[in-house]
T-cell receptor, first 110, second 113 residues
Framework: GIQVEQSPPDLILQEGANSTLRCNFS?????LQWFHQNPWGQLINLFY???GTKQNGRLSATTVATERYSLLYISSSQTTVSGVYFC????????????FGKGTKLSVKP | ETGVTQTPRHLVMGMTNKKSLKCEQH?????MYWYKQSAKKPLELMFV???????ENNSVPSRFSPECPNSSHLFLHLHTLQPEDSALYLC????????????FGEGSWLTVV
């Protein structure tokens, strides 16, 4: 099955810093989503982005489907963006379900 | 608020107990899911229901028994669990189909003692 690798596994930033999280996948995809999990366990959709670029406030994401990776950019980090960021994908042609990466744990210090 | 509600949020149960987790979605979605999240592991898909029919059982032990009485409700019945079953159990829903976004509930933290 498709493999999903996220990097880095852990990231510590000072408030106001920018960061880039990466998601590599081993096969062509027709569904890619980024999620944020807060410290209480809630997973929130950030982007549905199988290709192209999207922006939402201080967050933006780019997926280069032909090169099998996606990037999540977080600018001017606030402590509220701390948590774990997950990438999840579905292989092209698959009728199955999303496969999640192991996540990147982001800690933003004041 | 994602439109997917899980209860209880926290549950402590003994290995001989029977308990249930409940999930309700208010989004009109056709597919519902149970995921398990253990420490330092990726999210593991447990069960999928489409239009109330189970379409995936990811080799889950029989001590976990799902029930989907309608497209809006999903239960996970728990019986004779083991301490290693302690985890965060996440319910999710989606409109169905491969190109759709999936929405998660807040999760139920389960501790088996």
């Amino acid at each position: 099955g498709i493999q999903v690798e996220q990097s880095p596994p852990d990231l510590i930033l000072q408030e106001g810093a920018n960061s880039t999280l990466r998601c590599n996948f081993s096969d062509s995809v027709n569904n890619l989503q980024w999620f944020h999990q807060n410290p209480w366990g809630q997973l929130i959709n950030l982007f549905y982005i199988p290709s192209g670029t999207k922006q939402n406030g201080r967050l933006s994401a780019t997926t280069v489907a032909t090169e099998r990776y996606s990037l999540l950019y977080i600018s001017s980090s606030q402590t509220t963006v701390s948590g774990v960021y997950f990438c999840a994908v579905l292989s092209l042609g698959s009728q199955g379900n999303l496969i999640f990466g192991k996540g990147t744990k982001l800690s933003v210090k004041p | 608020e994602t439109g997917v509600t899980q209860t209880p949020r926290h549950l402590v149960m003994g290995m001989t107990n029977k308990k249930s987790l409940k999930c309700e979605q208010h989004l009109g979605h056709n597919a519902m899911y149970w995921y398990k999240q253990s420490a330092k592991k990726p999210l593991e898909l447990m069960f999928v229901y489409n239009f109330k029919e189970q379409t995936e059982n990811n080799s889950v032990p029989s001590r976990f028994s799902p029930e989907c009485p309608n497209s809006s409700h999903l239960f996970l019945h728990l019986h004779t669990l083991q301490p290693e079953d302690s985890a965060l159990y996440l319910c999710a829903s989606s409109p169905g189909g491969v190109g759709n976004t999936i929405y998660f509930g807040e999760g139920s933290w389960l501790t088996v003692v």
